[in-house]
């Protein structure tokens, strides 16, 4: 098909293709030029230390807000409000006390248009059942089909669960963010959040705080973010 100005189909479709592959190479280009800290890092907990049984999943949604204190490194606007992060925790049993878990954000800066992906996973252990686990996912930073290596990072963090009643439960998380990169800085992360149900087999509903800060000689400020996530868990067949 020949479309106005001479150009075919198979044209347009091969410049939107390099136009897609231009974008993601101009992230990796930012990323790599920002991995000394300027990238905000996930700071969503968005669980409790429940550990589910083989073949339940869990699916939940969530979206929080990310704030920044005069001294954080994360240059790119003047605001306190500096970005959005929007994701999704999956989780699958494994066993007795473990599930594999696959977390997905996108982070969305709220003086552009621009953002940047990140995808982490690993496994989540039971250390003292439904009250304390740890997590030990491997992530990476990404846009379009461009995937930045050099952004591998570690996330070793604990989950403690207090339950109040039947319906309610405090949980407490903290992580570490260890990049590979030797030139970005390591992130110290905690979270504050509750878990309000009905029938916590079923669903959860997760309001959370958070704050970080990082190992940075020019970075002395905090950032902080506040959010909210939907659990739930799919019913299994068998």
Not at 18 to 47: D, E, H, I, K
Not at 129 to 147: K, Q, T
């Amino acid at each position: 098909m020949r479309l106005a100005g001479g150009f075919t189909m198979k044209k347009t479709q091969a410049l939107f293709t390099a136009s897609r592959m231009f974008s993601g190479c101009v992230a990796l280009a930012l990323f790599a030029t920002c991995l000394n800290g300027c990238l905000v890092p996930p700071m969503a907990n968005v669980q409790s230390a429940r550990c589910m049984d083989k073949k339940q999943k869990r699916i939940v949604p969530y979206a929080t807000t990310v704030a920044q204190t005069p001294g954080v490194a994360i240059d790119v606007s003047a605001r306190d409000h500096v970005a959005n992060d929007f994701g999704v925790l999956l989780g699958f049993g494994a066993g007795r006390d473990s599930e594999f878990q696959i977390r997905f954000d996108r982070i969305h800066y709220t003086n552009s248009r621009s953002g940047y992906n990140y995808t982490s996973m690993g496994p989540k252990f039971g250390v003292v059942e439904d009250v304390f686990s740890i997590l030990v996912p491997v992530g990476m930073y990404w846009e379009g089909a461009a995937f930045a290596f050099e952004s591998l990072q570690f996330e070793p963090g604990a989950i403690l669960t207090l339950p109040v009643n039947t319906h309610l439960e405090i949980n407490t998380a903290g992580k570490l963010i260890l990049p590979l990169n030797v030139g970005a800085p390591t992130w110290y992360i905690a979270n504050l959040g509750v878990s309000i149900s009905t029938d916590v087999d079923r669903w959860a509903l997760l309001p959370e705080i958070g704050v970080a800060w990082a190992n940075d000689e020019n970075a002395d400020g905090l950032l902080m973010t506040y959010g909210l996530a939907i659990a739930f868990y799919p019913r299994s067949d068998g």
